[in-house]
């Protein structure tokens, strides 16, 4: 039940394209859902989250979808670019329990072809 | 703004041994966490310091120890080495223990067990 779930476990796109992820979950007490961005060599960077009172959210090319009815939530990159090129990760949280432990899915390698 | 550091940036150690990784959080913050990236799969979750005080553990044995000092800066100890332990060990701070807090990565430690 703390699993979360991520596919595909890779990703190519042609520059330009819309590159999208897909994660799922199975607590429903999860509130917190931040993707993270990964380059080889380099920590995960946080890219976007979003909370579960929304259903969209938008920074620039990067946009999650959330469903919570369904228990899903999606990361999609609009106008792929080769610097996009990295692994990414979903997460949850059980940001109002007190426990902050950041449930990570498996990654998604993105590689964007110029 | 100085992100987390973390040393060293590799290490090679043999089964048996033990070993110590550091971490500095971004400053200002409080929460200190670390996680467990093997090869090809997520991150792990390990241990979460806020205050100075263990406040939450992962599913990991207890070989596996930390603590946080009072500049919030912190260790991760690890006794008797396996070749499982092989992995990039990542910390984590955020501002604060508060709900909805980002966490902000390091660059990790690479640990190699011959």
């Known amino acids: 039940q703390q699993q979360v779930k991520q596919s595909p476990q890779s990703l190519i796109v042609q520059k330009g394209g819309i590159s999208i992820i897909n994660c799922a979950y199975e607590n429903t007490a999860f509130d917190y859902f931040p993707w993270y961005q990964q380059f080889p060599g380099k920590g995960p960077a946080l890219l976007i989250a979003i909370r579960p009172d929304v259903s969209e959210k938008k920074e620039g090319r990067f946009t999650i979808s959330f469903n919570k009815s369904a228990k899903q939530f999606s990361l999609h990159i609009m106008d792929s670019q080769p610097g996009d090129s990295a692994t990414y990760f979903c997460?949850?949280?059980?940001?109002?329990?007190?426990?902050?432990?950041?449930?990570f899915g498996t990654g998604t390698r993105l590689k964007v072809l110029a | 703004e100085a992100g987390v550091t973390q040393s060293p940036t590799h290490l090679i150690k043999t089964r048996g041994q033990q070993v110590t990784l550091r971490c500095s959080p971004i400053s200002g913050h409080t929460s200190v966490y670390w996680y467990q990236q093997a090869l090809g799969l997520g991150l792990q979750f390990l241990l979460w310091y806020d205050e100075g005080e263990e406040r939450n553990r992962g599913n990991f044995p207890p070989r596996f120890s930390g603590r946080q000092f009072p500049n919030y800066s912190s260790e991760l100890n690890v006794n008797a080495l396996e070749l499982e332990d092989s992995a990039l060990y990542l910390c984590?701070?955020?501002?604060?223990?508060?709900?909805?807090?980002?966490?902000?990565f390091g660059d990790g430690t690479r640990l190699s067990i011959l």
């Open positions: 984590a701070s955020s501002l604060d223990g508060g709900a909805w807090q980002p966490q902000h």
């Open positions: 997460a949850a949280t059980l940001a109002g329990s007190g426990t902050y432990k950041y449930i």
